[in-house]
């Protein structure tokens, strides 16, 4: 070990800087001290301006997550099914929509994305229904020579 004359027990230390601040110097007490029932009780609890809060997350809309899920399978596979998980995104969505207008429901953005997905197959094969079911008309009503 080492020997650090800065650390040694025997040597007198400096005296300490009298501190001038706002309280006044600190005696030692003389006399008795107070029973501790004599003393006043200081009320428990958290101080007012720290008191807990608990908050309840807001929940997350099942129409609209089902609305996003049966989106992206209607996108991925919805032609082997009809078109039938679109149809249902679409009408989930709309369901969502309403039921995350107020803001007790989150998830509002999963609902816009679920009509998003649903309306791309489905808009197509409403314009293709469309246009067989003219072409159907049309040529019933064309006469034939």
Known sequence: MTYQPDLDPTRPQPPLPAVLGPYPPVSAPTGAYAPMAAMPYQGGGYPTGMQRLTVQPVLTSGMATASLVLGILGVLGGWCLFGLPCVLAVILGHLALRETRD?????????????VLGYVFVGPMILFTVMV???????????TP
């Open 103 to 115: 803001g007790m429901r989150s998830g509002h953005g999963m609902a816009v994305a679920g009509l």
């Open 133 to 143: 079911f003219f072409g159907s008309v049309l040529t019933a009503a064309t006469p």
